[in-house]
Each structure stands twice: as structure tokens, then as C-alpha cells.
């Protein structure tokens, strides 16, 4: 069973949707992290989560530490926003930027 | 202010050769990181750098190697290719190491071996 799961894998959706991604995890974290992947390979940081909820925009990131489970909404969602977005933690033990990454969610949101 | 810039971005190699691929971090960023993302394995942590010291290896055979040189750039390195090892190679970089700092990533090397 890998240590960062993510749910669904893969997600259609239509323009102006409501959209949640969630992301479980097994080991202690120190900081959980949604990255957001375009095709052609760049990752962009959307978020970093220690506690609690951040908002950024329409998107959206909870987090819920002693159930280990996080979630990324997007709300009023946009054919921009496809894309995979990956849940990575940062476990305890030291300043190390090592990341344990879920297997992403692909998200194609149609006009 | 630049962003981290990898190079190359693509690169064919065959078995058994060597490959160095380079890592340039934003401007006053000191730690560097590597991953190596593919389809079969997602993305995976390979080794990170800070002040020119190797503080934190994945799970990766010693063919992988990395270094980091005194103005923060970072190489890594594969010697004796194997097919398993094509994949897309990110490099990201943060002011210093932990778990709760942001990392910027690169545009990534795209490594396929023939």
C-alpha cells in the first residue's frame, strides 16, 4: 500500500463544477504540499499545509491532521484547470525537502 | 527574477552510456532537489543537496549520483543506462531544506533510453 493516496485518479468534469480531489496518507507528516502538473512535465507548487484550510483564488486546500487526510477543491472550475495534481507529503524527521508523492488525479474539466 | 532552468531538456541515450544532466536554481536558493518521475512509478524522490553537501538519498541504485557546486548549481549524473531509467528528470529548488518550504520546479530533462 503506498504511503500518500490520492482519490479519484481520474476526474471529467464540467465547466463550472465543483471539484474535489483527496488525498490520504499512512506515515507522520511535517507539511503535505498540492503540486499542479501541466502536460509537458512543469510542476507548480499550489499549496503547503502544515494546519487547517488555505484559499488561493478559487482553489481551495484542507487539511485534516489527525485524520490524515487532505482535500483540493476548485470551485467554479475551468477548462485551465486540467491538469494532474499530485498530493505530496513532507514526513517528520529533520529539514529535508524529501517528498513522498501520491500517483495524481487527472482532472479534464470540458467546456 | 529566473526560474530554474534545467538542461537539456530532452536527451537520447542507449544503454549502457552515461548521462549528466544540470540543474540551475533560482537566484538565492541553496537547496536543490531531485526527482525522477515515470509512468509506472510516479514521481520519487532521488537525492537533495544544501551547501554543496548531500544531505538526503532515495531509494536509487549508486549508479545515480548527484553533486552541488559553490554557486548552488547541481548536476546528476547516471552511469551505465539502463531502459528502466528514461524518464522525466525534475530538479526544484528552495531557499533551504525542509518539509514545509516551497520548491520551485524546473521545466524538467526528459531522458529516454534506447
Known amino acids: 500500500k503506498n504511503e500518500v493516496e490520492q482519490s479519484p485518479q481520474n476526474l471529467t468534469a464540467q465547466e463550472g463544477e465543483f471539484i474535489t480531489i483527496n488525498c490520504s496518507y499512512s506515515?507522520?507528516?511535517?507539511?503535505l504540499h498540492w503540486l499542479q502538473q501541466h502536460p509537458g512535465g512543469g510542476i507548480v507548487s499550489l499549496f503547503m499545509?502544515?494546519?487547517g484550510k488555505k484559499k488561493h483564488g478559487r482553489l481551495i486546500a484542507t487539511i485534516n491532521i489527525q485524520e490524515k487526510h487532505s482535500s483540493l477543491h476548485i470551485t467554479a472550475s475551468h477548462p485551465r484547470d486540467s491538469a494532474v495534481y499530485i498530493c505530496a507529503v513532507g514526513s517528520l524527521g529533520g529539514a529535508t525537502n524529501k517528498l513522498i508523492f501520491g500517483t495524481g488525479t487527472l482532472l479534464a474539466v470540458q467546456p | 527574477k529566473a526560474g530554474v532552468t534545467q538542461t537539456p531538456r530532452y536527451l537520447i541515450k542507449t544503454r549502457g552510456q552515461q548521462v549528466t544532466l544540470s540543474c540551475s536554481p533560482i537566484s538565492g536558493h541553496r537547496s536543490v532537489s531531485w526527482y525522477q518521475q515515470t509512468p509506472g512509478q510516479g514521481l520519487q524522490f532521488l537525492f537533495e543537496y544544501f551547501s554543496e553537501t548531500q544531505r538526503n538519498k532515495g531509494n536509487f541504485p549508486g549508479r545515480f549520483s548527484g553533486r552541488q557546486f559553490s554557486n548552488s548549481r547541481s548536476e546528476m549524473n547516471v552511469s551505465t543506462l539502463e531502459l528502466g531509467d528514461s524518464a522525466l528528470y525534475l530538479c526544484?529548488?528552495?531557499?533551504?531544506?525542509?518539509?514545509?518550504?516551497?520548491?520551485?520546479f524546473g521545466a524538467g530533462t526528459r531522458l529516454s533510453v534506447l
Open positions: 526544484a529548488s528552495s531557499l533551504q531544506p525542509g518539509p514545509g518550504r516551497i520548491q520551485y
Open positions: 506515515v507522520g507528516i511535517s507539511a
Open positions: 499545509l502544515s494546519s
